[in-house]
């Protein structure tokens, strides 16, 4: 494979999953319309498969623009892999933030006319059951040791094979696999993926622990099967995040050794593409999960299940609620609530980690 067919391979790949994440997630989510709650009775109405459909067309349209800009982007910058994904991208993020605010007044006006409303019996809350219970996130702790066993026998055959390593080292690859970047081989240039993946088990570690500590906020019409459901849902939420770190982990292993010790003049994007794959096995089989155990309402039927609570149908902003943590009302992971300046400061962090490894990373390779 030539590398103008890798790379339009490689483009596809990522705009596939970048479009599932903005469109599909949100269509197949079947108790919210566009972050409006839909009552279980209303879910299948063709006013709500309408406002849908209308969604999807519209993210239809925006994909395709941004993927005719990206192929004029292409030949007119000669090839610029960052001009190409930048006028897909963007165009299709721009699209996608119209399509939202467009759809969801209709979901909107929708609910108006139909009088949608959260249960009054889930904006209630009880906390029952022991402090085993409540902790219980389906995970052990300690299983985050893995990633760092992971990391240490990475580290240990680089080092064991350090006059293997070429010099200079490449540490750029365009999307043929071929090196296109060059570095001095030193500790800083050979071990830019160990401090990555440092940091990325750090950020998965910190979010299981913090999953341990939320609340319970249970249902006081049926508290223990709210408890059991609860746990249901935070124990596959953790399985989920498990997997998808311990895969980059990996991924991020395979990547170090083949452009070290193991180079042979090419990156197999092929092993690549297939690790991004493997991936999107966790999240695709969570969410068959909670659809098939009935969990989608179970992040939705409590207070922080108001429309009210979200902004724009996607951040939760709730200065009644004291805690710092909500699960999103998709049932898909956890969300901050931004009622709490702790919640900013927090984000703030999340957003910064991969900047500052990007920057320190350079450092280093400098």
Sequence with gaps: MNSVNSFAFLIAFIDLLWLFALMGIPALMTATLLGVYVPKEERRIPQVARIRRSFLLLGAGSALLGGILSILAYFLSKGSEGWTLALLLIPQALGFFVTWNFSRRQALALKAERGWKVPQSSKRTAYIGSDRESAATGVSAWAYLLHILVILITVALVALNWDRIPNPLPVHFDAAGLPDRYAEKSIGSVYTLTILQSLLTALFAGIHFSLRRMRQSLDPSDPQGSLRRQIQLRA??????FLISLIAMIMFSWLQIRSTYDFRGTLPIGLAIAFLL?????????????????LEDEGINRRHGEDRFWRG?????????PGLFAEKRTGFGWTFNFARPTAWLLMTAVIMLPIAAVVATTLFVG
């Excluded at 596959?236 to 995040?241: A, I, Q, V, Y």
């Excluded at 991936?279 to 009935?294: C, H, Q």
């Excluded at 149908?313 to 609620?321: K, S, V």
């Design 313 to 321: 149908g996607m951040f939760y902003f709730n200065p009644q609620d």
């Design 236 to 241: 596959s939420n953790s399985w989920m995040l």
């Design 278 to 294: 493997l991936l999107t096995i966790p999240i695709v089989g969570f969410m068959i999960y909670i659809r098939r155990r009935g």
